[in-house]
Structures are given as C-alpha cells and as structure tokens.
C-alpha cells in the first residue's frame, strides 16, 4: 500500500466548500433597503429563507472554483432562520473525524447541521453575501425545512450524491428547502470536463459530471447585504473575478499543479503568484474615486489586464471549454 | 461549536491515505514544455490574443513556435519565471511517498 501525507484534505473538504478559521471582525459593507426590504436587525433587512453565501480565505477554495464547468462565485450557502427577532443561520459542512484515519480518502470526512448566529457564521469567512430566496418559495418554509433537518440530525453527505437524500451537502441542503417551499427544482449543472478535474473527483469518489455550487444561488436581482472582511463590495467582486480568470485560463490542458502546489508533506496550497493575483485584484480599484459597482464591466477587464500583466496575454473571447461565451468587457474608462 | 478549517487540515495532514501517483501527476508544476496559463512574468505561455481559443490537445503536445517561446523564456527567466520553477513530477511523487 502507498502511503503518503494526506494531500487532498484540503481538496475534499473543499469539494464540501464548508471550511472556517478565525479572522478580524465582521464588517457590513452595503445593504439593499426598499420597500420590500425594511431593516429588522442591525439595521440588515435580514428575513426568514434567506439564503446566505460565504467565501472561504482557505486555499482549497481555490480548487471549489474549478470543480464546476461554469464559474461561480462563493463556497458555501446556508439559510437563515429569525428566531425570536434574532437571525440563526443553518448549514451543513463536514470535517475531517479524528483517528482511525481510512484509507479512502472521503471515509475520513464526517459532518452535520450546525446552528449559529449569523455574525458568528460570517466571521470566518472572507466575504458573505446575503440573498433573497427565488420566487416562489416561502421563505418560512425554507427556514422551516433547515431547522427540521437540524432537529433531525441529518448528516454531510461526504461524497456529494446530489440523488441520495439520505445525507446532504451544503447546496443540496438549500436546494431541497427551496423546492420544498415552493421554489422550483434547482438540479445539479455539469462538472468541469478538465482532465485532470476529472482525475481528481474519480479519485475521491465523488461523481464526475455534475455539480451543484453554492454560487447557483446568488442571483444579483435578488442581493439584500453583504458582508466581511473586504473594505467594500467593489474589492470584493474584483477577487471574484479573478477567480473567474483563474477558471477562464484553465482549459482542458491545464493541470491542477499549474494553480496548486503540494508540499513535502503532501499538504495543498495555492502557488504564490496565484493567490498574489487573487490579492493584487481585491486592490484594483482602492484609489478610484468612482469605483464600479459588481457586475460593471470594468471589473472584469481591470482584472483580465492584471492577469495579461502578470500571466500572459490570453485571448478575450476564450472560455472554458464546454461553456457558453461571455459578453466582451467594455473598456475601462480613464479616471 | 464547528472547529476550524485549519485544525481540520493540520489533523489530516498526520494521516495516510492512500494517493495513487496519477493523482499526484496531477499536482506537478508546469514543466518548460507544458503550455501554463498561469506562468508568472509578461513573458508567459499564455497563448497571444489574437490566436483563436484553444481547443486543447495533450498537456505536454506543444510544438508550436509560439507556444515554445512563450514557454523557453518564462523558463529561463528567473526574475520571472523561477518564483515559480516547476517541481519534477517525481520529486513531487516521492515527496509524497513516505
């Protein structure tokens, strides 16, 4: 039997996208108020179904972004609950058990649904983004769908069988509660085709072909706050998008080894000029006395020159294969 | 309450699995021939703007004289390009093997 150092820890758990460790103090960047969305706590216009989606500073969420064929945005979702005037949030994530370690990679990781407060949720994240549910879905009744499976002690479902229901996983978990309030079926989409994506979830024995990220549940029309650690929404869309280059730039000849390294001890971590990349992008716009908005063009063709500069030109209209084209960026305009 | 990421990793990081060396393949750095979409420095492999999106062949089927001088001067760029010198795939395969 071979053995070395576990070197897809990181990789599994990433796949479950539900990681957190400590970091500064939450900070509400912007919030969407109106008519339909009136402030009930801290000044958020926080309701019942809500859904809540978070992005880990851990490395692995570098590998979440290549698993789905299509970019998304995010590594994990929850829903929100309002208990008493106070908003909990419900997850399911999983983790690493302790000793006896299997030699089947994904037998290690065992998980369940947690309960916390919603402040205590989001700090360890690196950004959260706070979302309506999709129309026509009780927002009670997603609430009420999450604090069941709570209650029901309902386990993560370590190899992500979107068709088993018996376990779950953080989007299968929101998925599920979204139908059962009246939401639509939201299924699985394709996995990325990368040979060696493939490569890799074949060898965790996670099912290649499909996946469900928790950013198929952040529709902009549907943004109500958003919050964490990035001075302002703008930086955070901006690492965002560099994550969407990332995944743009990895066609199917390029192996996970050209973004992650692996160390003597077999442990995963992005490569430097990576994660410098990620960084420089969340900075792009830190002098702009207008700074555009998330979704603005300008972010997008900021941070595809960022990538030109440090990586090499790379065509404009090139896309993952398999995937639709995306709308040229406009220019950037001087400032 | 859940405990952290890092303490999940650091207590996986002591175990054994098992990891075939495809997998590990998988991990190796780009090597000189290998066309990186991610090669650090302005002078990398990245394909020119102009050509046409790529419709990929094998990782290491690079012949073309292009994609070879992308490739030869992140390579032999150190200020560029060796913050990030690939590591020989078997390096990386019996770093693992333990």
């Known amino acids: ?34 008519e339909a969305h009136k402030p009930t706590y801290n000044g958020l216009p926080i309701k ?46 999983g983790e690493v058990k302790t000793f006896p370690f299997k030699k089947r990679l994904m ?92 490569e890799g979830m074949r060898w965790l024995g996670v099912p290649p072909g499909e996946a469900l990220p928790a950013g198929r549940f952040a529709d902009p029309a549907r943004y109500v706050a958003a919050l964490g650690q990035f001075p302002t929404r703008t930086a955070a869309w901006s690492y965002f998008e560099a994550k969407h280059e990332l995944h743009r730039r990895f066609t199917m000849d390029q192996r996970l080894g050209f973004l992650l390294t692996i160390s003597g001890n077999g442990q ?21 006395p207008n700074p555009p908005e998330p979704g603005d063009p300008r972010i997008r063709a900021a941070v595809r020159k960022l990538a030109a500069d440090m990586f090499g030109p790379f065509p404009a209209d090139a896309h993952a294969p398999g995937t639709e084209p995306e709308p040229a960026p406009q220019p950037v305009a001087a400032r | 309450m859940r405990r952290s990421f890092l303490a999940v990793i650091l207590v996986a990081a002591a175990a054994c699995v098992d990891v075939p060396d495809s997998v590990r393949a998988e991990f190796a750095g780009p090597g000189a021939a290998d066309r990186s979409n991610f090669r650090p420095g302005q002078h990398g492999s990245a394909p020119p703007a102009e050509e046409p999106p790529v419709e990929k062949a094998a990782p290491v089927a690079v ?14 760029s150190p200020e560029d390009g060796g913050a990030a010198a690939p590591e020989p795939a078997a390096v990386i395969a019996d770093g693992g093997a333990s």
């Open chain 1, 107 to 198: 037998d290690n990781v065992t998980g369940k649904m947690y309960r916390r407060r919603l402040f205590e949720y989001v700090a360890p994240n690196l950004h959260a983004e706070i979302y309506d549910p999709p129309p026509g879905a009780d927002g009670e009744k997603i609430a009420a769908y999450a604090r069941q499976k709570f209650k029901d002690g309902v386990e993560f479902d370590s190899y992500f069988d979107f068709h088993d229901h018996s376990k779950l996983f953080c989007s299968e978990l929101v998925a599920l509660a979204i139908e059962s309030a009246g939401g639509g079926h939201v299924a699985p989409e394709p996995s990325n085709p990368n040979p060696s994506v493939v």
């Open chain 1, 268 to 288: 995963v971590d992005v490569r430097p000029e990576i994660s410098t990349f990620a960084a420089r992008a969340g900075h792009l716009f830190d002098n702009d």
């Open chain 2, 63 to 76: 012949t073309g004289a292009a994609n070879d001088a992308g490739a030869s001067s992140a390579a032999q």
């Open chain 1, 48 to 93: 019942s179904g809500q859904l809540v989606l978070t992005e880990s500073p851990d490395a692995t969420s570098y590998v979440f972004v290549l698993i789905p064929k299509k970019f998304h945005a995010f590594t994990h979702v929850a829903i929100i609950s309002v208990e008493d005037g106070e908003p909990w949030v419900y997850d399911v994530t």
């Open chain 1, 1 to 34: 039997m071979k053995l070395a150092r576990l070197l897809l820890a990181g990789l599994a758990l990433g796949l479950a996208a539900c990681g957190t460790m400590s970091l500064p103090p939450v900070r509400v960047l912007d919030k969407r108020t109106d």
